[in-house]
């Protein structure tokens, strides 16, 4: 695929989209709510969470921790009584790392009306041995034009994430060599 960069273990056999998507549905109650009488957005982030780790472990076929959580949108509020879909998919492979791509649909489990986008959600996971150290993970292997687009933007997200780290670690470093920072 010439949109993808060649990944960094090529004895791994690369693994479709498709093999690891995963779909995770649960029905809001009112154990769920905030002081708003809303779910709460923890719980909502949760079950992002555990649908993109099973797709994080489905992929990389075995185990593997979530390292960070992207752009966390909160689209519309949740309801009891809402049957909340998360879908989630892995975008993008690095050596040892995972995107997964979430979004979060809602509809009223007792209405025929469909379902609504009301979240969604970017992960890195890592894949980790037995003893947490990083493991290999096969590449992705988009499947179709919009696996294309996802797997482009996600590239642009880890370049952003790691000048990012990079802008900040260099800031803490300058302030301590003034003497600014305690």
Known sequence: MTDQAPHPDPELPGKPTSASRTTLSHIMTGNDTNLLGTVHGGVIMKLVDDAAGAV???HSGGPAVTASMDEMVF???VRVGDLVHVRAQCN???RSSMEIGVRVMAERWNESTPAQQVGSAYLVFA???GDGRPRAVPPVIAESERDRRRYQEA???RTHRLA???AIRELRERRAAEGIDE
């Open 92 to 94: 993008w492979t690095g």
């Open 75 to 77: 689209l519309e509020p």
């Open 127 to 129: 894949a980790v041995d």
């Open 164 to 166: 990012r780290r990079r």
């Open 56 to 58: 994080a472990g489905r």
């Open 155 to 157: 590239q642009i997200r």
